[in-house]
Every structure is written in C-alpha cells, then in structure tokens.
C-alpha cells in the first residue's frame, strides 16, 4: 500500500510564504509524475504544479512566477514552495502521484494540508 502525506500548511498573511511537502511511502518500486492541486470552497479541484522524475515541470499559467515544484526523488518526495501568497491562494493543497508497486501502476493522493492566507 502506497501513502501521501502533505505537511507544510496554515495560516499566513497576504504577500507571505510556505513550503509544502509530500512524501510517498510504502511498497514503492518507482515514481514518475508527482503534482500538486488545489481546490478552494465552492470551486473545482485545479493543477498548479506538475513534476517528472527527470525534472520537468509544468505550472498553471496564473501561478507561474509565484510557485515552484521541486523533487528529492531519493526521498520520495516533492514540494511546493509558494511566494507572495493572496486571499486567492486559500485552498485545500493535493499531492498526487503515479506509483509504480508490485501490483502495477496507480494514481494515488494525499489526504490534503489546509492554506489560509489572510488579508
């Protein structure tokens, strides 16, 4: 069984940062796409980031500039550093990852960190 666990969130003021992280564990043979998405109140869950283990990214174009996707594929892990954030960017943060086990592949997500940011 494969877990996603994201930390990093809370409460910040507008034009502030934070740094989320996802870490994958369990029977893990290999992972390639890791992505972060949001989703506000009201509205549809969205892509911000999306990763590759060899390093590309892709970033919704009303983020680009704002945030960033990294990985530690050694780790499992991946984050999402977020700068000079808004009221706008209060969301429900997801990690989502395709995961290779011993069953084959699955598309797996976290159980979501909390962004407020404050006016």
């Known amino acids: 069984q494969v877990q996603l666990v994201e930390s990093g969130g809370g409460l910040v003021q507008t034009g502030g940062s934070l740094r989320l992280s996802c870490v994958a564990s369990?029977?893990?043979?290999?992972?390639?796409?890791m992505d972060w998405y949001r989703q506000a109140p009201g509205k549809q869950r969205e892509l911000v980031a999306a990763?590759?283990?060899?390093?590309?990214?892709n970033y919704a174009d009303s983020l680009k500039g704002r945030f960033t996707i990294s990985r530690d594929n050694a780790k499992n892990t991946a984050y999402l550093q977020m700068n000079n954030l808004t009221p706008e960017d209060t969301a429900v943060y997801y990690c989502?990852?395709?995961?290779?086990?011993?069953?084959?592949?699955?598309?797996?997500w976290g159980q979501g960190t909390q962004v407020t940011v404050s006016s």
């Open positions: 989502r990852a395709d995961v290779q086990t011993r069953l084959g592949w699955s598309n797996y």
């Open positions: 369990g029977s893990i043979f290999r992972i390639t796409k």
């Open positions: 990763s590759t283990t060899g390093g590309a990214t």
